[in-house]
């Protein structure tokens, strides 16, 4: 009976308030929304190959650049890794991944064009990575000649059953392949490969390509480069150059400006600087987001204060009234987060194409993030909602005047338009920078 009470008192004074009540809700659900957006992003792409058991016993197989000093590429001859596995006890499994220039692909006699990713992998590839499919058996594509798997297959079939039809893939220097479809593989999550088709190496054609390597759990990686470059395992200069193991995070996360790196389009390579410009860039957000809220609320806080006296006169308990003001700012908060998913979810494709990013609203609700956004949720409602409770429910019309209006209430509103305008413009600074920058890369 109490909450029901409690609850009509919070929707009239929503109703009566208006304005207010829509424009407060509003600027806290866009802080809220780019807040989680870009939070999201950073676990999603910090956590990349998160769920894979053996993400940390995976090592790409490293040698020096002969053609540029000082640079490693994540290359090794199609007989080496088969090698090492047969002489090496510490490496447990390898898998052999190469990209073909694909131009276009025919589909019923029709050509279809767009930035195709095709790859050629072991029959390991499932050893390493965890694909499942929509449509037929990836086991079938690894094994099979002439077969191909896609990541999904609107692209070229518009949506339609694509298993048992055939695609015409036309390379780069004039080749002409057909394939038939075996598989369509579901999306995977913070993927560390991206590509569209997938078919098994050609024997005659595949000469090596990018390795990795996975290791007995306890293996030193580093100990064993050395017994590599020991016993002299061939590299593309033999006696000049060696190899490396090096982790995940070696090749996925990159430094600005660093030439040694290797860019490899069909593996996802996030730069480290963007990653925490954007964790900087959701706190500081939500930080504006709060002082704009609490700044609008000190406009309605007279009203409030009254509202609880005359609550008082007639009959109210202090525990009704503790009840209403947290009920209202809890309930503002939960919506304006409701809100922000909804926004995230119309920008999502927006912000992908801005970052190159593969964020999906699945991931928002899955294990890896969901918990946090309770968490955010929980603090950022029941905290503030707390605090309004306990201090306006003993605030006096005297402490009112001394606390909040005058130059005390000039001040603090001051320094919290102050806060709101110099993160604005530090982030609109950036913001040009990063612009600019992307352009220079652009026409470059």
Not at 395 to 400: A, K, N
Request: proline residues 3%; charged residues 20%; aromatic residues 10%.
């Amino acid at each position: 009976m109490i909450l029901n009470v409690v609850l009509k008192m919070i929707l009239r004074s929503w109703w009566r308030n208006k304005v207010f009540f829509l424009v407060s809700v509003a600027s806290l659900a866009l802080g809220l929304a780019c807040t989680n957006l870009l939070m999201t992003y950073f676990v999603h792409e910090h956590g990349l190959e998160g769920r894979n058991p053996d993400r940390d016993r995976m090592f790409f197989l490293r040698q020096d650049d002969p053609m540029t000093e000082g640079k490693r590429v994540a290359f090794a001859g199609a007989e080496i890794p088969p090698q090492l596995k047969q002489s090496y006890a510490e490496v447990e499994d390898f898998l052999r991944l190469g990209k073909l220039d694909l131009l276009y692909c025919k589909v019923n006699e029709q050509k279809v064009e767009g930035d195709f990713k095709m790859l050629s992998a072991d029959t390991t590839l499932t050893n390493f990575f965890d694909y499942r499919t929509e449509e037929g058996s990836l086991s079938q594509v690894l094994c099979q000649p002439g077969k191909v798997a896609l990541s999904e297959a609107r692209r070229l079939f518009g949506g339609k059953q694509a298993v048992g039809k055939q695609m015409e893939a036309h390379f780069r220097f004039g080749e002409v392949r057909t394939y038939e479809v075996a598989a369509v593989l579901k999306k995977r999550e913070q993927s560390l490969l991206q590509f569209d088709m997938l078919i098994a190496h050609d024997p005659d054609f595949f000469w090596g390509g990018l390795t990795l390597l996975k290791l007995t759990p306890g293996t030193d990686a580093g100990h064993l480069a050395d017994k590599l470059n020991e016993d002299k395992v061939p590299t593309l200069m033999p006696g000049q150059t060696k190899y490396y193991l090096d982790p995940l995070d070696a090749i996925c996360f990159t430094t600005p400006d660093d030439s040694s790196q290797q860019t490899l389009d069909f593996v996802s390579q996030t730069p480290v600087q963007t990653l925490y410009i954007s964790l900087l860039a959701a706190v500081l957000i939500l930080i504006i987001a709060c002082c704009n809220y609490t700044n609008m609320s000190l406009s309605r806080l007279l009203q409030q204060l009254r509202m609880i006296h005359v609550e008082k006169l007639m009959g109210a308990t202090l525990l009704n009234i503790r009840l209403q003001l947290f009920g209202d700012a809890f309930l503002t908060v939960v919506l304006a987060f409701g809100l922000s998913i909804l926004l995230v979810n119309d920008c999502l494709s927006l912000f992908n194409d801005l970052l190159g990013s593969r964020l999906t609203m699945t991931f928002f609700f899955s294990s890896q993030m969901l918990p946090w956004l309770l968490l955010f949720i929980l603090l950022m409602s029941v905290i503030p909602a707390w605090y309004i409770s306990c201090r306006l429910s003993r605030l006096s019309f005297t402490e009112y005047r001394t606390l909040y209006s005058g130059r005390h209430k000039q001040r603090f509103v001051a320094v919290l338009v102050t806060v709101q305008f110099v993160i604005s413009i530090g982030l609109l600074l950036a913001t040009l920078t990063s612009g600019l920058r992307v352009t220079k890369a652009a026409l470059r």
